[in-house]
């Protein structure tokens, strides 16, 4: 399956990382999936309690 990114690059759906961020570079536009092969994830916090302490920092602003 392959699909377009937000940038108009290429992208395969990577079917393990699921994703609705539709302004991130990776997105893929017509599928609910990350571009990437893996990403990393991180926190903005000392000592992450909550999802919402957690980050995707393979974001990309598109």
Do not use: W
């Not at 393990?16 to 571009?35: F, P, R």
């Amino acid at each position: 399956m392959t699909d377009r990114t937000n940038g108009g690059c290429a992208c395969t759906p990577n079917t393990s990382i699921k994703c609705t961020v539709t302004s991130c570079t990776h997105h893929c536009q017509d599928a609910q999936y990350c571009g990437l092969n893996s990403i990393q994830v991180g926190t903005h916090e000392t000592n992450p309690t909550m999802d919402q302490c957690t980050d995707c920092q393979s974001f990309r602003k598109d």
